[in-house]
């Protein structure tokens, strides 16, 4: 048995079958974590949500930023629909959709496995987050949007405001939330998320910091395995293991296995990425 963490997927479904086939990926003893971004970008995002939702008995995922949008396109018209990229028409006008975003919609925020040692989100977490305090406000938002208040979640969830606070209520609770888990790379000591900043550590403006790094942050319990920052590439210190490698940019897609002692990473290279033309001189 082996349990696998994949950073973000983005649609390259063509590199994650060449992934399971390189781990030798067997669904009777194994386990696959996904650290969200299912969807968008790599032009092949309904063969691989279908492939994730083929495996889900076998299967952890967390939502990223881009699975969330996609369910909240799919709350719209239809004309509203056909302005979106080819690639998430493909999943929202697919015979298969309903069944497809019904399971997306019931994935969690975060994921934890205590007997293992690791807890897995898409982004970050807030500096003052203990481990338990963050399960505690992915299920506030999961049990909305798993139910009938889906929808106006959804519609509501877009902003970079307010940063988060424990006395936020409402929309303005479940859009910060669901920002620390989604979209999260720099941030204040405060716990402001720097939204525009995208670079490598070293970059971003003076008083930011990696969220992983932030001066006074809480302890935790658990190692943390996550994606969404695909400048930062494979990164693994402050028990943070960071997995992007931009599989849908060109880099490559990545897996670490979870239940070794030994740091046991493998790669394949992502999906072809065709150069633009180089302009003439002059």
């Known amino acids: 048995m082996a349990v696998w963490a994949i950073g973000d997927l983005q649609g390259c479904y063509g590199p994650t079958q060449r992934l399971l086939e390189k781990l030798r990926f067997d669904p009777a003893r194994d386990r696959l974590w ?64 309903d069944v497809l975003l019904d399971w997306l919609r019931t994935q ?42 889906a929808r106006k979640l959804l519609k ?25 888990f989604t979209r999260m790379r720099y941030c204040s000591p405060r716990g402001r998320i720097a939204f525009e900043e995208k670079g490598v550590p070293g970059t971003q403006q003076p008083g930011l910091y990696p969220w992983y790094e932030v001066p006074g942050r809480a302890e935790r319990d658990l190692r943390i395995v996550c994606g969404h920052w695909s400048t930062l590439g494979l990164f693994i210190g402050h028990g943070v293991h960071a997995l992007d490698t931009g599989a849908v940019w060109g880099g490559k897609l990545t897996a670490l296995q979870l239940d070794s002692d030994e740091l046991r990473i493998v790669q394949v290279p992502g999906r072809e990425v065709t150069p633009p033309p180089s302009k003439s001189p002059g």
């Open 156 to 180: 509501n969830m877009y902003g970079d405001r307010p940063a988060w606070s424990p006395r936020l209520t409402g929309a303005e609770r479940d859009r910060a939330i669901i920002n620390v």
């Open 108 to 149: 969690p925020l975060l994921h934890v496995d205590r007997g293992l040692g690791w807890m897995m989100v898409h982004a970050g977490l807030a500096p003052r987050w203990t481990t338990q305090l963050a399960e505690q406000h992915a299920r506030e938002v999961e049990r909305r949007l798993a139910g009938g208040g």
């Open 34 to 97: 996904f650290c969200g971004d299912l969807v968008n970008r790599g032009g092949e995002s309904v063969q691989t949500l279908r492939l994730v939702h083929s495996l889900r008995d076998n299967v952890a995922t967390v939502l990223g930023n881009h699975d969330l949008s996609l369910l909240a396109i799919a709350e719209r018209s239809e004309p509203e629909q056909r302005k979106v990229n080819a690639d998430l028409q493909g999943v929202l006008f697919a015979p298969d959709r």
